[in-house]
């Protein structure tokens, strides 16, 4: 009997940052579908290999590395940044479902902010959906002589560059809607994720420069899906 890849799906989201480059791994949210595949032994041992295998190769590959079980109508692939599903979703664009954060801080000045904001999330991405970038892009501006903001975009690196590209795209035409003039938001996909704040989350720019570890109580999450 097949299975619906939509009724099965279940997104787990991480900070999936190239773990060379991460200093913090902050945990963002989950989202899955109401049907469950627990009734179906087959199905749930190849979840389990699956998950084993995942850790095992995400831990020695630079944090990214897929994997597949089964046989038949019980072929189970993931993905470590970090999804599974039993439909091959590897090289495919998914933004049927995300979990968005939002600062419930706001900052003066917000025509100024969302310029700068805008500037650094368009070369973040576009540096993530050049070729060999391994579907990395991260920058900063300065907003004041004070403060600066950090951008950051990525795609798992099963996408084409085209892919990523169109992923991101999608996730940035969010920013409108949710992230208004907070001090941080990140609209995250299973195939791709955006994110600013005015702090280096992510990577030490300098060797002065500590990044910090993300207050969750000053955010707020939305789970959007299609």
Sequence with gaps: MAFSSKARRC????????????????????YCSGNSLAGNSKAVASINSVLTDLVAKGSNGGGFATSSAGKGNNVIYGLVQCRGDNENFIGQT???????????????????????????????TSQAAQAGSGGLGRTKDQYTPFVNIFGLAQCTQDLSPLACAQCLSTAVSRFGQYCGVQQGCQINYSSCRVRYEIYPFYFPLATSTRSATTDMTKYTKIVVHR
């Design 11 to 30: 997104l787990v989201l991480v900070s999936f940052a190239l773990l060379p480059l991460s200093m913090a791994m902050d945990s963002i949210g989950s």
């Design 94 to 124: 998914d933004t049927d479902a995300g979990v968005i954060l939002v600062n419930v801080q706001a900052m003066d000045n917000g025509k100024v902010f969302q310029k700068v904001v805008g500037k650094v999330i368009g070369k973040a």
